[in-house]
């Protein structure tokens, strides 16, 4: 079973589209959560970290539920700006301040106009 | 602005060479950089992790004497591909996080082609 799973689309959306990602994580150890975002032959940037209370950065929500082990990210009126692969990433457990980072494959969504 | 470098973008080589992948912290003392390794429609995977004045930690199935790493300074990790093969071809990135902060940043990238 892969570390961190995701659908790996692609979404088709049209623009102004509300669309959600999933994500399931298998360490139960981990503590640190996030998306990132991967544009084409890019390097990852940051989106946004993941909180149990859930939390929100415009048009982008994410929650977490550490129960199921469960990540999502939900996108609000899509733009074409969105049109990128989301990456879930967990940290990896271990030594006490390491920040090694596990990816998930990615969901790559593409915006249409 | 950019906090985080990497040389060469991309490199093309024959089968059997080496290569060397730098990548420096622009803005910061790193004591911990991490080597990322993507192929084509993959994940990022982690391959080790670069300590500054000691030796690096491998992550299991990737082989220490033909990824050398050197972090001989707070600024400065480099990755070597020793006798590169077809199948080292990869997207190479590093990273690091700034002291506690869950941050991390990372390198723009280095494409490899090994002929």
């Known amino acids: 079973r892969k570390e961190v799973e995701q659908d790996p689309g692609p979404f088709n959306v049209p623009e102004g589209a509300t669309v959600a990602f999933n994500c399931t994580y298998s360490?139960?150890?981990?503590?640190?959560f996030f998306w990132y975002r991967q544009d084409c032959r890019k390097e990852p940037k940051l989106l946004m970290s993941?909180?149990?209370s859930g939390n929100e950065d415009g048009r982008f929500t994410a929650q977490l539920n550490r129960a199921s082990q469960y990540i999502s990210l939900l996108i609000r009126d899509s733009k074409l700006s969105d049109s990128a692969t989301y990456l879930c990433?967990?940290?990896?457990?271990?030594?006490?301040?390491?920040?090694?980072?596990?990816f998930g494959s990615g969901t790559r969504l593409q915006v249409q106009p | 602005g950019a906090v985080v470098s990497q040389h060469p973008s991309w490199v093309i080589c024959k089968s059997g060479t080496s290569v060397k992948i730098e990548c420096r912290s622009l803005?910061?003392?790193?004591?911990?950089m991490f080597w990322y390794r993507q192929f084509p429609k993959q994940s990022l995977m982690l391959m080790a992790t670069?300590?500054?004045?000691?030796?690096?930690?491998?992550e299991q199935g990737v082989e220490k004497d033909k990824f050398l790493i050197n972090h001989a300074s707070l600024t400065l990790s480099t990755l070597t591909v020793t006798s590169a093969h077809p199948e080292d071809s990869s997207f190479y990135i590093c990273?690091?996080?700034?002291?506690?902060?869950?941050?991390?940043?990372f390198g723009p990238g280095t494409r490899l082609l090994v002929l």
């Open positions: 990433v967990v940290n990896k457990p271990g030594d006490t301040g390491r920040r090694a980072l596990t």
């Open positions: 360490n139960s150890a981990s503590q640190s």
């Open positions: 993941v909180y149990s």
């Open positions: 803005d910061f003392q790193a004591t911990t």
């Open positions: 670069s300590n500054e004045g000691s030796k690096a930690t491998y």
């Open positions: 990273s690091y996080s700034r002291g506690g902060q869950e941050t991390q940043y």
